[in-house]
T-cell receptor, first 111, second 113 residues
Framework: EDKVVQSPLSLVVHEGDTVTLNCSYE??????LLWYKQEKKAPTFLFML????IEKKSGRLSSILDKKELFSILNITATQTGDSAVYLC???????????FGTGTSLTVIP | DGGITQSPKYLFRKEGQNVTLSCEQN?????MYWYRQDPGQGLRLIYY???????QKGDIAEGYSVSREKKESFPLTVTSAQKNPTAFYLC????????????FGPGTRLTVL
């Protein structure tokens, strides 16, 4: 059965800390892995990863994929209260163009 | 402005009634998706449509129905057969079904009383 597992389920940190969110997957016929940030309503796109070992970076956020070990990490450095959100990982399969979402990691950044 | 709209934002219905959730996009995207989000369970795919007049069941299609008569619109009907319909429903679209990035609407929170 195809699945995406994120850890930890929730995380509370202080402003300025660095966090690492994990996403592991077992998905047949992998095409890509995506990270989303969901604050109150709709998820917003962060990164798309298709190749192993190539870091994607946007400001304080970065992400990398390991297709051999079947996982990805999302790093956030110098966290701010505005980073508080649920971070969703999704894996896209070539089979039926299906998206498989993890349960998300809830990040709370306290001042 | 281009984007995806969902209406209404909040919806209350009595048990046993069918209800239709609206999803419209003006991004000229071919593919559209409906997800359900419950606490602690992430997003689960209900139905998706790769092109007009075509749609496929996702993981949890039972108790739901969709139509795709126009490219811009992908309404979801929650029928009385859906045993636990109270949830947050998200609609998304992508340029094509082979294009990875999905754009999400703001969501509709359905509460069945």
């Amino acid at each position: 059965e195809d699945k995406v597992v994120q850890s930890p389920l929730s995380l509370v940190v202080h402003e300025g800390d660095t966090v690492t969110l994990n996403c592991s997957y077992e998905v047949t016929n992998f095409r890509s892995l995506l990270w989303y940030k969901q604050e109150k309503k709709a998820p917003t796109f962060l990164f798309m990863l298709t190749s192993s070992g190539i870091e994607k970076k946007s400001g304080r956020l970065s992400s990398i994929l390991d297709k051999k070990e079947l996982f990805s990490i999302l790093n956030i450095t110098a966290t701010q209260t505005g980073d508080s959100a649920v971070y969703l990982c999704a894996v896209v399969s070539n089979t039926g163009n299906q998206f498989y979402f993890g349960t998300g990691t809830s990040l709370t950044v306290i001042p | 402005d281009g984007g995806i709209t969902q209406s209404p934002k909040y919806l209350f219905r009595k048990e046993g009634q069918n209800v239709t959730l609206s999803c419209e996009q003006n991004l000229n995207h071919d593919a559209m998706y409906w997800y359900r989000q419950d606490p602690g369970q992430g997003l689960r795919l209900i139905y998706y449509s790769q092109i007009v007049n075509d749609f496929q069941k996702g993981d949890i299609a039972e108790g739901y129905s969709v139509s795709r008569e126009k490219k811009e619109s992908f309404p979801l009907t929650v029928t009385s057969a859906q045993k636990n319909p109270t949830a947050f429903y998200l609609c998304a679209s992508s340029k094509t079904s082979a294009y990875n990035e999905q754009f999400f609407g703001p969501g509709t929170r359905l509460t069945v009383l």
